[in-house]
């Protein structure tokens, strides 16, 4: 009887682990932590606190853990420590006790330290590379203490970042490296912190720490800052579709940091109200456009409209709202020293009421001069000053204009000014080569500068029959209401074809020297100039050859995927075949047609893989059609 009882146990335990096979058929599924001693529990004998840390040493006595020379310390329980060690403050175990086991990593933020403060980092290799298109999980334990003077955006730069290479900082100052971070983090108390993404390039390094933006750090006036890392997982995900809902970021260490769009100041509009048929400025509008002043000084990158209005009485409205918004203009330029280019004036007269003008009231609001912040840049007005000036002929001022253009257009849309038919007459001067050289400059921060600009010019020339002409004019920013001999038409295409075999030819010939080129070494706009080129000559051969090398550039992060996705379906077009991502709009027999190889929901699969976005309705509703 015993026998058969156990006989039965067993088989209910058999039954029992199938069901819960059934069950968790769906569930998520994690791989094993891929970070060595992430508890920094196995290490060498300490003999204190701060001696091991630095000058290389840190490796030997934190296994698979490297702190880069920047002076993290591990924190033991079990290490007595020293009363001067007591005494700075390190390793406070009677407060805070390891997450996880006995050992800790304590790490620091010195806002003061250096030229825009320094921090501590921590870096371990990977037990095997990160994979594209796979789904990750990056956690640690976080302790901050609660104390004043902390930076209040210290929580929004801490983080980590997945790189394909070991890290070698020239300096101690804050590392510059697109991460993963949390908005807040919790003081006081260990915190888990979580990040879920997919990785768009391989990486085997795992760098933890604190990540300088263009907007950050903004003051070395805060209190330095004692921080504790434990538990530290990075962990493959796989399951069923959704993965219960989690949101997986699209992530690579070697993108560019996005720009944050709360560096431009926002202003609210002023509005200066004037007496009936006037245009005097009262005591209280003076007051009023010297405290805008005072603002806008901090702030010489934007630009402002002022625009003049007046109410129905009269019939002079039109030149009664331009000798306001004149009088507005001349008071912030002559008596507030504002330069003038940072102005755009307008009038409307009576033509856009802010009130109904039949009662008094109304009409009392109508009499204004409104400053609103313009959608044009500074840079953008240099630009039209120059043209200007040169359809005036004053080529001084082309030069004067044309330097302070180059000293606030982004460096990538500098060259674009070589290839601006506008200012060809302009190359025969002396003082031209002076433009041209301070153009090639912006190409130094790159490893091959000569290449670099070579490539970006040769993607431009290549650009001339297609979508240069959009890029030129929007240098000027929007167009409505300008001299229309400021904006350049579109040229003919008669010599395409010519022009993109002798790109074809000398893109080549570069490419078996060197290699396609990489992202690190001449820029972004620079290494998509083969792309560019071979997608306007449409081989389906050089495509073949090109493909794995072009994706594999993907893979190191040194190319972009939207450049293979498209150069890919571009070949399977025209081998006769559909396309994988959908990313190339056919013509054929007067209709518009996406012909894909898979059904809609495997191809936005296809697409997520390498982080382009979801197909459109305007795409889908193309490919329903083309069916």
């Not at 929004?156 to 908005?183: S, Y």
């Amino acid at each position: 009887m015993a026998n058969i009882f156990l006989h039965k146990k067993s088989m209910i335990k058999i039954c029992a682990f199938f069901y819960l096979s059934l069950l968790t058929t769906n569930a998520i599924v994690y791989s094993q932590n891929l970070i060595k001693n992430g508890s920094f529990e196995e290490h060498g004998n300490i003999s204190c606190l701060s001696c091991d840390m630095v000058y290389g040493k840190f490796p030997s006595m934190v296994y698979y853990w490297d702190n880069m020379n920047t002076a993290g310390i591990l924190c033991d329980e079990s290490y007595n420590q020293t009363s001067d060690e007591k005494l700075w403050g390190h390793c406070p175990f009677e407060k805070i006790k390891a997450q996880d086991g006995e050992s800790m990593m304590m790490q620091n933020y010195l806002p003061g330290a250096g030229k825009n403060g320094q921090a501590t980092y921590l870096i371990s290799q990977t037990i095997e590379p990160l994979i594209v298109g796979e789904n990750y999980e990056a956690s640690l334990w976080i302790f901050i203490p609660d104390k004043g003077g902390i930076d209040p955006d210290l929580d929004k730069h801490l983080g980590v970042a997945f790189l394909p290479g070991k890290f070698i900082p020239k300096d101690r100052g804050l590392f510059k490296v697109p991460a993963l971070k949390k908005d807040t983090i919790e003081r006081n108390k260990w915190v888990q912190l979580k990040w879920h993404f997919s990785p768009m390039c391989s990486a085997n390094y795992f760098l933890i720490g604190i990540f300088k933006t263009d907007s950050w750090p903004k003051s070395r006036s805060f209190q330095s800052t004692k921080y504790f890392i434990d538990n530290v997982n990075l962990k493959k995900i796989s399951g069923n579709k959704d993965l219960n809902g989690i949101q997986f970021g699209k992530y690579c260490s070697r993108y560019e940091i996005e720009k944050d769009e709360n560096l431009v100041q926002k202003f609210d509009d002023l509005i200066i109200h004037f007496d009936s048929g006037s245009c005097s400025l009262n005591d209280t509008e003076k007051n009023n456009l010297d405290s805008f002043a005072q603002l806008i000084r901090k702030h010489p990158e934007i630009v402002f409209e002022i625009t003049g209005h007046t109410d129905t009485i009269g019939i002079l409205n039109t030149k009664l709202s331009q000798n306001r918004a004149q009088e507005v203009f001349s008071y912030l330029v002559n008596h507030q020293k504002i330069p003038e280019f940072r102005f755009v004036v307008n009038a409307l007269g009576s033509t856009n009421p802010a009130q109904p003008n039949y009662l008094s009231e109304g009409r009392k609001l109508n009499r204004r001069v409104e400053i609103h912040q313009s959608e044009l840049d500074i840079s953008m007005i240099f630009y039209r000053n120059a043209i200007q000036q040169l359809k005036a002929k004053n080529k001084k001022e082309v030069y004067s204009y044309l330097k302070k253009w180059l000293n606030s257009a982004s460096d990538d849309q500098k060259i674009l000014l070589l290839f601006d038919p506008r200012f060809n007459e302009m190359e025969k001067e002396k003082g031209w080569h002076f433009i041209t050289n301070e153009i090639k400059l912006t190409y130094n921060s790159f490893q091959n500068p000569n290449y670099a600009f070579w490539l970006d010019s040769l993607r431009l020339d290549n650009l001339k029959m297609r979508g240069l002409t959009t890029k030129l004019n929007n240098i000027i920013g929007p167009t409505n209401g300008i001299d229309s001999s400021m904006i350049l038409p579109y040229p003919n295409d008669e010599n395409m074809a010519i022009q993109d075999m002798a790109h074809l030819k000398l893109i080549l010939a570069t490419l078996e020297k060197k290699g396609w080129p990489k992202i690190s070494e001449v820029g972004k706009n620079a290494a998509s100039a083969p792309f560019f080129i071979f997608q306007h000559a449409a081989d389906s051969v050089i495509f073949s050859k090109w493909l794995p090398v072009l994706k594999s550039r993907c893979v190191e992060g040194e190319a972009e995927w939207g450049q293979y996705a498209m150069m890919y379906d571009r070949y399977n077009m025209d081998i006769g075949k559909p396309q994988k991502y959908g990313t190339n709009v056919e013509v054929i027999n007067g209709k518009l047609v996406i012909r894909l190889e898979d059904d809609i929901e495997k191809t936005n699969e296809n697409r997520i893989k390498i982080g382009l976005p979801l197909l459109s309705p305007a795409e889908i509703n193309i490919i329903k059609k083309s069916n």
